[in-house]
């Protein structure tokens, strides 16, 4: 995978060099705050949506899970800690992974 969005939180600290680590080389965060993100599009390179439930309001998600359906990108939805997130991502069923044989999460 090469591109990663990630909605909810403020910040993120460490978790974009982690998940550099496991592959991702572009991560693309989105605070899911204000309410006008609810109108953002997900940018057409991204391969997986990663949703930060306990920093983000219903409407937002439900919206983000809307517009990712129609565009065919998988998303997961975990809390704001390493270990939710890489049992998230690595429970990922997108069959596009140019990395799905040797990914380090899924194995």
Known sequence: ??????????????IPSKLASVGFKEVIHISGRKVQQVKREIPTHVDLVLVLT???NHNLSSVL?????????????AKRSWCSIYQ????CDYEGC??????????
């Not at 995978?1 to 460490?14: E, N, T, W």
């Not at 998230?88 to 429970?91: Q, V």
């Not at 140019?98 to 194995?107: R, V």
């Open 98 to 107: 140019p990395n799905k044989k040797n990914c380090q999460i899924s194995n």
């Open 88 to 91: 998230a991502i690595g429970s």
């Open 54 to 56: 306990d920093y983000i």
């Open 1 to 14: 995978m090469s591109a990663l969005l990630i909605v909810g939180a403020d910040h993120l600290g460490k």
């Open 65 to 77: 899970k809307k517009k990712a359906n129609e565009q065919g990108i998988p998303i997961c939805y």
